[in-house]
């Protein structure tokens, strides 16, 4: 049982890191294009307030957008949006408290933006964490599951009619989720979601990914079978040197300082998938894709079961309360 549960996701989870370490030796980091202006587009970034997140709200809104941070760090918002807006003259940025890992704190948000009677163009599900010691949130989820995954699924269903109607033909709203190259290592246990039978740090942030994966697909399906002009993708950075890591097992967490600095992407160039997802004429209508270092990529084998999809849609809309509605 801890064999299968624990030392098992360990070793796949750092095998698929090490796939991308080789590839990163040999591959430099995609480039983005020209991108078109984005005046009088709104975007919502999660975890904005550093690292990638912080990178993708300062390019969108260096194009033009209304870029709104969401995230439960209010100093550290203050301070990123005083620089966004202090580099950008025609788009801007601004901060709103939101606690992924609080469902009531998410519909919160979702209220205030709401209350302010704006459109919603890009949605970018960047927030997350990895790798932390076993933790629950105040109403019981399991840590990773919550920040990754659950928040963000309750704030896109949320957010979804806004989005419908802000998205128009030939400028398609845009939903990001940000997935990892963990997620090949991940399986979701849709009986033990939560991981309480035995905890793995590994197995819960892969399956964090893989359901975010899961999610995008599902959606889209969905999207387009009522022909909204919404689009749905996850993307994939690449091994980015942010402060993700700071939980990584003691023996990888000494070899990675030395090679981190070479062979790591910056968190700009973690972002740029991203802000290419969300900004590129070339994704205009092309959703269900997984994307990586440029291209369009196969996702793990798992995340392609319409089964798994629509199952973990249905137990996840159960976990948060909401009506199976698209």
């Not at 009531?104 to 970018?124: A, I, T, Y």
């Not at 399991?142 to 309750?154: K, P, V």
């Not at 291209?295 to 999809?309: A, N, V």
Request: one cysteine or more; charged letters at 20%.
């Amino acid at each position: 049982m801890w064999l299968q549960a624990v030392l098992i996701p360990l070793l796949r989870l750092y095998l698929e890191g090490m796939k991308v370490l080789l590839y990163q030796t040999f591959y430099k980091s995609f480039k983005l294009p020209v991108l078109p202006k984005q005046n009088g587009r709104v975007a919502i970034v999660t975890g904005g307030t550093r690292g990638m997140g912080f990178e993708t709200a300062r390019h969108l809104a260096s194009l033009g957008m209304h870029v709104i941070i969401a995230g439960n760090e209010r100093e550290e918002g203050a301070a990123a949006v005083k620089t966004i807006n202090k580099e950008c003259s025609n788009g801007k940025a601004e901060y709103l408290f939101v606690d992924l890992t609080l469902l009531k704190s998410v519909r919160q948000f979702v209220q205030l933006f709401k209350s302010r009677g704006l459109p919603l163009h890009v949605l970018v599900n960047n927030a997350g964490t990895m790798l932390v010691p076993e933790r629950r949130t105040e109403e019981g989820f399991e840590f990773h599951f919550a920040l990754n995954y659950l928040g963000h699924f309750l704030l896109t269903n949320l957010l979804l009619d806004t989005l419908k109607r802000s998205g128009s033909e030939g400028k398609c709203s845009r939903i990001i989720n940000m997935s990892s190259a963990t997620h090949y290592a991940g399986v979701v246990d849709l009986e033990d979601l939560n991981k309480k039978k035995v905890y793995s740090a590994h197995g819960a942030y892969s399956q964090s990914k893989l359901a975010l994966v899961l999610f995008a697909y599902h959606l889209q399906e969905q999207l387009w079978a009522g022909r909204f002009h919404v689009t749905v993708n996850a993307v994939d950075p690449g091994m980015v040197d942010t402060a993700l890591y700071d939980h990584l097992w003691t023996l990888a967490q000494v070899l990675k300082k030395p090679f981190a600095k070479i062979l790591f992407r910056t968190p700009a160039e973690g972002a740029s998938i991203m802000i290419y997802a969300a900004a590129a004429s070339a994704m205009e209508g092309v959703g269900a894709c997984y994307l990586y270092n440029g291209e369009k990529r196969q996702s793990s084998h798992f995340s392609y079961d319409s089964d798994l999809q629509a199952d973990l849609w249905k137990k996840s809309s159960e976990l948060v309360g909401l009506q199976e509605a698209y």
